[in-house]
């Protein structure tokens, strides 16, 4: 059997890859990016059968061209994180022949496309409405004509993180939030009716594009994303084209499972951007009856044809949630009955699973000693860490 390698960190996006594929039978290696051990619930997962803990990720090129890049069969790459597949990407050369590897067709093409504004004008081109922006690379030198209230985040989710996102409704604000170091994207804030995240596979480049369904977020906000979501086919959306995201991704030249974000307002889609990589909603389209790292396996392997996309049947409306809304109930944002008619309603979780229980095990293990600690800290003033 071919050997799949999955290349991720400590986070529900690189369990649902090792799911997905353990679930077809497939052993998993895991090349894991740099964790504490006493803090990492995916190495709990039953479908692995090897780990590489990694020191860092450029370690992880070196295990995999000096344990696997000599195979008679070439492995299966499945990508997790924007840095890795930055990594793998600026080495695409290199492992092009001995890896199915998620790829833009060059190298370095990935990374160029990690720079959201380097995605705007293929967007455009393709149908999508562009919100207005202003790259910013200096925080001392802001541009004329910044529209209040908007919206600030990382231009490249390789040198920034989720926590560089704010909502500024003034200048003071504005300068408040912006740090050195971070290229950012400023743009004017649209206030959205709803917000869909579309993961696909990319097979030949482009020319092949399957996105049957999109992720309807419920329940999300700046720095708590995605924590309650509902799958729909994409066929409800009867205002949108399907079409505008096949020609995107096609003129990337993109193979692998991708992702495009966008907002609902006023009658029009906005774009957000794509990731060229395995979605962190993934395996909310696994558990629907949609596995794309299996059907990546299946491209990889010369198996997929049409007749296997046709054939797939996925439930409607199928709930996930994560087990951060539970932070969302505690601290009063959605009530304890809401919160617990959603929970009944769910029919996957970004962590539980019966089939699979250990990760949420240790998970929740971890999360009521952070809670613990919380505890001590507010109400007996300890400094505990």
């Given at each position: 059997m071919k050997k799949v390698i999955i290349f991720g960190n400590n986070l529900q996006n690189t369990l649902g890859l090792i799911r997905s594929v353990g679930l077809k039978g497939y052993p998993v290696i895991l090349l894991l990016e740099p964790v504490k051990k006493s803090q990492c619930y995916v190495r709990h997962s039953k479908y692995i059968t090897k780990i590489h803990y990694l020191k860092s990720a450029q370690e992880g090129l070196q295990v995999l061209l000096n344990e696997y890049g000599n195979e008679e069969e070439k492995p299966v790459v499945l990508c997790g994180s924007d840095p890795t597949i930055c990594m793998l990407d600026a080495h695409y050369n290199e492992l092009k022949?001995?890896?199915?590897?998620?790829?833009?067709?060059e190298q370095g093409r990935i990374s160029y496309f990690l720079d959201k504004i380097n995605t705007f004008p293929i967007a455009e081109e393709c149908g999508l409405t562009l919100i207005k922006s202003w790259l910013v690379s200096d925080i001392k030198n802001l541009p004329n004509g910044?529209?209040?209230?908007?919206l600030i985040k990382g231009n490249n989710s390789t040198e920034s993180t989720k926590g560089d996102m704010y909502i500024c409704q003034n200048e003071a604000e504005l300068k408040e939030s912006l740090h050195e170091g971070v290229e950012y994207l400023i743009q004017e804030y649209i206030q959205k009716e709803y917000e869909l995240d579309i993961v696909g596979l990319a097979y030949n480049h482009g020319i092949g594009v399957f996105v049957p369904a999109v992720v309807r977020k419920i329940r999300d906000e700046i720095h708590r994303q995605s924590v309650y979501i509902r799958?729909?086919?994409?066929?409800e959306y009867t205002n949108f084209n399907p079409e505008i995201i096949s020609?995107?991704?096609?003129?990337?030249?993109?193979?692998?499972?991708f992702s495009v974000e966008v907002i609902y307002s006023k009658g029009k889609y906005y774009f957000l951007e794509v990731n060229m990589r395995s979605d962190g909603c993934g395996w909310l389209y696994t558990a629907a009856g949609i596995n794309y790292p299996y059907l990546w396996t299946l491209?990889?392997?010369?198996?997929?044809?049409?007749?296997?996309?046709?054939?797939?049947?996925?439930?409607?409306?199928?709930?996930?949630?994560?087990e951060d809304d539970t932070y969302n109930m505690l601290e009063g944002k959605v009530?304890?009955?809401?919160?617990?008619?959603?929970?009944?309603?769910?029919?996957a979780f970004f962590i539980a699973n019966s089939n699979d229980p250990m990760p949420f095990i240790f998970s929740t293990w971890i999360h009521l000693k952070q809670f613990g600690k919380m505890i001590l800290r507010k109400t007996l003033h300890i400094n505990i860490q």
């Amino acid at each position: 059997m071919k050997k799949v390698i999955i290349f991720g960190n400590n986070l529900q996006n690189t369990l649902g890859l090792i799911r997905s594929v353990g679930l077809k039978g497939y052993p998993v290696i895991l090349l894991l990016e740099p964790v504490k051990k006493s803090q990492c619930y995916v190495r709990h997962s039953k479908y692995i059968t090897k780990i590489h803990y990694l020191k860092s990720a450029q370690e992880g090129l070196q295990v995999l061209l000096n344990e696997y890049g000599n195979e008679e069969e070439k492995p299966v790459v499945l990508c997790g994180s924007d840095p890795t597949i930055c990594m793998l990407d600026a080495h695409y050369n290199e492992l092009k022949d001995k890896f199915h590897v998620f790829n833009a067709g060059e190298q370095g093409r990935i990374s160029y496309f990690l720079d959201k504004i380097n995605t705007f004008p293929i967007a455009e081109e393709c149908g999508l409405t562009l919100i207005k922006s202003w790259l910013v690379s200096d925080i001392k030198n802001l541009p004329n004509g910044i529209t209040y209230p908007c919206l600030i985040k990382g231009n490249n989710s390789t040198e920034s993180t989720k926590g560089d996102m704010y909502i500024c409704q003034n200048e003071a604000e504005l300068k408040e939030s912006l740090h050195e170091g971070v290229e950012y994207l400023i743009q004017e804030y649209i206030q959205k009716e709803y917000e869909l995240d579309i993961v696909g596979l990319a097979y030949n480049h482009g020319i092949g594009v399957f996105v049957p369904a999109v992720v309807r977020k419920i329940r999300d906000e700046i720095h708590r994303q995605s924590v309650y979501i509902r799958l729909d086919d994409i066929k409800e959306y009867t205002n949108f084209n399907p079409e505008i995201i096949s020609n995107f991704i096609r003129k990337l030249s993109y193979e692998g499972i991708f992702s495009v974000e966008v907002i609902y307002s006023k009658g029009k889609y906005y774009f957000l951007e794509v990731n060229m990589r395995s979605d962190g909603c993934g395996w909310l389209y696994t558990a629907a009856g949609i596995n794309y790292p299996y059907l990546w396996t299946l491209y990889c392997t010369g198996q997929l044809t049409k007749e296997n996309l046709n054939a797939i049947k996925f439930q409607n409306h199928l709930y996930l949630m994560h087990e951060d809304d539970t932070y969302n109930m505690l601290e009063g944002k959605v009530s304890f009955a809401q919160w617990i008619n959603d929970f009944h309603k769910a029919h996957a979780f970004f962590i539980a699973n019966s089939n699979d229980p250990m990760p949420f095990i240790f998970s929740t293990w971890i999360h009521l000693k952070q809670f613990g600690k919380m505890i001590l800290r507010k109400t007996l003033h300890i400094n505990i860490q």
